[in-house]
């Protein structure tokens, strides 16, 4: 079994949610417990973790970890999109603090069998949650040139996109495409990565199909959407993101709820009816300090974004 992940800004996260004595956090990616393990350890005794993840093996493992706060925790398995209907079927109607710590966490990357590794060689899965029906293989098989190049163009910024579908089809003619190492080759052969840099050239080819596999974007959408009405006053929206597409969610998100009313602007009073909800507390994305991202290079490309609830 892997080592546990180790979790990126502990101490800006535990800055930043600056919960006081008591009342419900929301941890909506839970992963291996890190997080949360750092937030009880250093808060009152009477503040409370709500955890959330769609992986059961992520759970189990964080079930342990996290032995001692038992009476503080409760581990929920579910989807982040989920967050307003899991909260509440737990009878939680308000909240002090929310936590998103997204992207995929080390036993994940490292576990070969869950094919979202490169380096390892697996089955082609990438599912987070190992019960839901379509992997990453099966998209290969099912869908369509253009929306396969899609995927690849959109989640994962390739600008290669069509020449990659090209070459699977190519493989597809003569075999199936069913472990991490050969799509990983066959993308090799035509995506060269620049000579300045180590990331691989599949790389992006791989993020595109994990997002898709677990409808990352969209899940993000729905959390966001059904946090506001949970907030508290002065409750603090606490985002790490590790890839743009999901930092530019984050950033919108926050801005538009900051600025509250739609409207055009040359309307001279506001008909669409929206209020400011958030207060953004962070101008630019707080990053890993060099120290942690040489201690844990994964973390290099964190950016942590947070916003505070207001209620005008």
């Known amino acids: 079994m892997p080592a546990y992940h180790e979790s990126v800004m502990k101490n800006e996260v535990l800055h930043y949610l600056n919960v006081h004595m008591e009342g419900v956090i929301v ?3 839970l992963g291996d417990g890190g ?3 750092f937030i009880l350890k250093n808060t009152a005794p009477k503040i409370r973790v709500f955890a959330i993840d769609r992986d059961r093996s992520a759970i189990e493992r964080a079930k342990k970890r996290l032995s001692p706060f038992r009476d503080r925790v409760t581990l929920t398995h579910g989807n982040l999109g989920d967050l307003k209907s899991l909260a509440a079927q ?3 109607t308000r909240i002090v603090g929310l936590l998103m710590d997204l992207g995929v966490s080390s036993p994940q990357l490292d576990t070969p069998e869950r094919g979202f590794s490169i380096q390892h060689d697996g089955p082609l899965d990438m599912r987070m949650n190992p019960s ?3 992997s990453a293989a099966d998209l290969l098989k099912e869908l369509s040139d253009a929306e396969l190049a899609a995927i690849i163009k959109n989640f994962g910024e390739e600008r290669y996109s069509k020449r990659i579908v090209r070459a699977i089809r190519k493989e597809q003619a003569e075999r199936p495409i069913t472990t991490t190492g050969q799509l990983s080759r066959i993308v090799a052969r035509v995506v060269t990565s620049p000579r300045h840099t180590r990331i691989h050239p599949a790389t992006r080819t791989f993020q595109a199909l994990r997002i898709a596999v677990n409808d990352e ?4 959408k729905l959390a966001l959407q059904g946090v506001i009405g949970l907030l508290n006053s002065t409750a603090r ?3 790490i993101s590790f890839h743009s597409l999901e930092d530019r969610i984050v950033k919108t998100f926050f801005r538009d709820e900051q600025k509250g009313c739609s409207c055009p602007p040359k309307i001279p009073m506001c008909i669409c009816g929206r209020t ?3 207060k953004i ?4 994305p707080i990053v890993p300090s060099e120290e942690e991202v040489a201690r844990n290079p994964r973390s290099i490309s964190a950016k942590l974004r947070v916003a505070e609830r207001i209620y005008v």
């Open 27 to 29: 941890d909506g990616t």
């Open 35 to 37: 997080h949360t393990e």
């Open 90 to 92: 737990h009878g939680i």
């Open 132 to 134: 839901q029906k379509t």
């Open 217 to 220: 974007l969209e899940q993000l």
């Open 237 to 239: 929206l606490v985002v």
């Open 276 to 278: 400011q909800t958030l």
């Open 281 to 284: 507390l962070t101008r630019k």
